[in-house]
């Protein structure tokens, strides 16, 4: 799931089978929901610029410009999972089938793409700053940092680790938070360019995704509603303390979560509804 200054984008993986994803958009103001790609697939993850939207469709790196028109492979790969923008490239991670990952990173000019660094299994979210990128093993549960020139991977210490079940990973101008669904749900900050991580809080029932502000972690949380067929939406201070509940989600299928200025964005697979909360 991700914004731009009108819309909401997000994937559809529909029954997971080939060709039967899609990419959509919705005004932030809502309104029927509009295709910007279908006959996709796995299509896990979904950034945006100024000029295009940009998803993963095993085993490609896909595009569309912004005003419409038809996808345009950027970058192919085996299993390309999360990806993300800068102002030259899409990183992206390369699950390579089950063995060992790959950080990618595609340059939007020309298509040229290069290994950043080699993972351990599955690598899915990716996280850029100007110098480094960050993934989350979903095989180990680690959380690696490598440079985006090339060079060492390391991995973050003392949390989170392996078997812990990495649930989101999110950062702002000063840190990486992750969650952790381990022992209650706890979120973590790790400052960047560091590999050091410390608890900060709790999300009590899990996390799917996080979301940040700068002021605020917010978490999506599968359960913590009425009984156990509503997830809930709480947001942590960035300098840790105590989370609160600001939403119930109908259904406990969440998938993802944005935020902006005024409001909070949501994704509920069970109902099928892409949920707004203002103010956030």
């Not at 610029?49 to 896909?62: C, E």
């Not at 939007?108 to 950043?116: E, F, M, N, R, Y």
């Not at 991977?153 to 000063?174: C, E, H, L, N, S």
Request: proline share 6%; glycine share 12%.
């Amino acid at each position: 799931m991700t914004l731009d200054p009108a819309y909401v984008y997000w994937t559809n993986l529909g029954d997971g089978g080939a060709n039967a994803g899609s990419v959509m958009s919705v005004l932030k103001a809502g309104g029927a929901p509009t295709p910007v790609a279908v006959g996709q697939t796995h299509p896990y993850s979904v950034a945006v610029d100024s000029a295009a939207v940009y998803w993963t469709s095993a085993p490609n790196v896909m595009s569309a410009a912004l005003g419409g028109g038809a996808p345009t492979a950027l970058a192919t790969g085996t299993r390309p999972y999360g990806v993300t923008l800068d102002a030259n490239y899409i990183y992206w991670s390369e699950q390579n089938n089950g063995a060992a990952g790959q950080t990618m990173a595609t340059a939007l000019a020309d298509g040229t793409t290069h290994v950043i660094s080699s993972t351990g299994s599955n690598p899915e979210r990716v996280v850029v700053t100007a110098t480094n990128i960050y993934d989350s093993l979903y095989a180990s549960d680690l959380l690696q940092i490598a440079p985006l020139v090339g060079g060492a991977v390391k991995t973050f210490v003392p949390y989170p680790q392996a078997g812990q079940d990495i649930g989101g990973v999110a950062r702002d101008a000063t840190n990486l938070y992750c969650s952790i669904n381990e022992s209650g749900g706890e979120i973590l900050a790790c400052p960047l360019d560091t590999t050091k991580c410390t608890k900060i809080g709790v999300s009590l029932n899990g996390a799917t995704a996080l979301a940040t502000d700068g002021v605020y972690v917010y978490i999506l949380s599968p359960y913590g509603g009425v009984g156990a067929t509503t997830g809930v939406v709480r947001r942590l201070p960035v300098g840790g303390g105590a989370s609160e509940v600001i939403a119930v989600t109908p259904g406990h299928d969440t998938q993802d979560i944005a935020v902006d200025d005024t409001s909070v964005y949501w994704i509920t697979k069970t109902t099928g509804n892409v949920m707004k909360l203002t103010p956030k």
